[in-house]
DNA sequence: TGATTGCATACTGTATACAGTACGCCGCAT
DNA sequence: ATGCGGCGTACTGTATACAGTATGCAATCA
């Protein structure tokens, strides 16, 4: 029960019903939800151990604002973690192949932003699913998760979608020409170019911010 | 106070006070540390979030078990972000050089086994602690609160403590040598070495437990 | 008029009470 | 003797009540 509150908690800050900064009623919040406040207080912990809140004693938890210093430093993180992953787990099988062939099909035809963003983390996932390092890939999945509040933020204010097709193809070139090494460079770069738009975006509305605050 | 809870929950897992697979009495240890369950499921719940705790439906907390699987992708994790951590940081400053002497020859020096450990942990985060992304060495530490429940075992049950100093002492020498490339390998051959022995023991050990399972 | 202090309110943090369930034990039947 | 079923106990999970504190507002004084 305090499980699933978690879930929707981390859903509601995910699509931002709950905005970045906002302080939690926790009494309010447990109306709304249904339960009491001792199971939301448990689920609200484990989001601070996520990263998704901040606990700050005698105030209560706080949504964890967008700051473009964490985003970068999350970003940076995943072209260590992937092609290694992508290294132990070796060249997908035909099976495999074939799943993220579609996936990438279902990106290409995807209307919705946010679906989107659901396949690509699917197919990154796929791609390196037998990686027997499953600290590795739990790692990985936190860090997707820690970021994908901030590629949806972007997806709301700016409807644009980064669109890594053309990456995606290269990697899958390479692993069906049995190329491990070159797989895993493509996909170091696909990794760090999925940053770019994100932190330029961030750093506007960052600029925005402070226009806002003299204004 | 849950905070407290946390911690002192921790080192009753970490120094080995609570068994690996030992099923957690709420009302017992809230007893014992003197609060209530309500605060103290709050910091059991934190801990599983870091892998120290297992939480099963219905049947409450139990300590996670020491896991061969678990510790090697742990410890085969370092490797990758510490020496990209070193990176980051650059050859650290004169001060921060000294302070890494200092603190090998308190290892050399140390006779209990469990402040070898510690201070082997602080080595390597000073030597890194220059790093910008914060995110990284935050993955670093919670890696070595993971890890370090591991090397105290390992240390009550053989008396062994693993000596890095002559490895330490080659990443100074490249260091001091303003090589921050040859650093970054010799610590990478670090980190991958302070996994033999806690493996070998680990195997030895549960070949043992087969055997009594056996007898 | 502006600043400061006291107060009221609302919210967090903790304790406790209660309900529901898993597990062990004893009795019974085969 | 052994397997099975019912029962009691103990523990978890949730709700709620209470205490302590932060915050906003108003009133008073400079």
Same mark, same amino acid.
């Given at each position: 029960?305090?499980?699933?509150?978690?879930?929707?908690?981390?859903?509601? #800050?995910?699509?931002?019903?709950?905005?970045?900064?906002?302080?939690?009623?926790?009494?309010?919040l447990?109306?709304?939800? &249904?339960?009491?406040?001792?199971?939301?207080?448990?689920?609200?912990? =484990?989001?601070?151990?996520? &990263?998704?809140?901040?606990?700050?004693?005698?105030? &209560?938890?706080?949504?964890?604002?967008?700051?473009?210093?964490?985003?970068?430093?999350?970003?940076? #993180?995943?072209?260590?973690?992937?092609?290694?992953?992508?290294?132990?787990? =070796?060249?997908?099988?035909?099976?495999?192949?074939?799943?993220?062939?579609?996936?990438?099909?279902?990106?290409?035809?995807?209307?919705?932003?946010?679906?989107?963003?659901?396949?690509?983390?699917?197919?990154h996932?796929?791609? #390196?699913?037998?990686?027997?390092?499953?600290?590795?890939?739990?790692?990985?999945?936190?860090i997707?998760?820690?970021?994908?509040?901030?590629?949806?933020?972007?997806?709301?204010?700016?409807?644009?979608?980064?669109?890594?097709?053309?990456?995606?193809?290269?990697?899958?070139?390479?692993?069906?020409?049995?190329?491990?090494?070159?797989?895993?460079?493509?996909?170091?770069?696909?990794?760090?170019?999925?940053?770019?738009? #994100?932190?330029?975006?961030?750093?506007?509305?960052?600029?925005?911010?402070?226009?806002?605050?003299? &204004?």
């Amino acid at each position: 029960m305090s499980e699933a509150a978690a879930e929707v908690v981390r859903a509601m #800050i995910v699509d931002g019903r709950l905005a970045g900064g906002e302080r939690i009623n926790e009494v309010r919040l447990s109306g709304e939800l &249904g339960l009491s406040r001792t199971p939301l207080r448990e689920a609200l912990s =484990g989001l601070v151990a996520e &990263g998704a809140l901040i606990a700050r004693p005698r105030l &209560g938890f706080f949504v964890a604002p967008l700051s473009l210093n964490e985003f970068e430093q999350l970003y940076d #993180i995943r072209p260590l973690l992937d092609p290694e992953a992508l290294r132990l787990a =070796g060249v997908p099988d035909a099976k495999s192949l074939a799943r993220l062939e579609r996936l990438d099909h279902q990106i290409a035809t995807a209307h919705l932003g946010e679906h989107a963003i659901t396949l690509d983390d699917e197919w990154h996932f796929a791609l #390196i699913e037998a990686c027997p390092n499953k600290v590795l890939l739990e790692l990985i999945a936190s860090i997707m998760r820690r970021t994908r509040r901030y590629e949806l933020a972007l997806m709301r204010e700016t409807e644009h979608v980064h669109r890594a097709n053309a990456e995606h193809a290269r990697i899958m070139a390479a692993l069906r020409a049995r190329d491990l090494d070159g797989a895993c460079a493509a996909l170091k770069r696909n990794m760090q170019s999925g940053k770019v738009p #994100i932190v330029a975006w961030l750093k506007a509305r960052d600029v925005a911010r402070k226009v806002g605050k003299w &204004g």
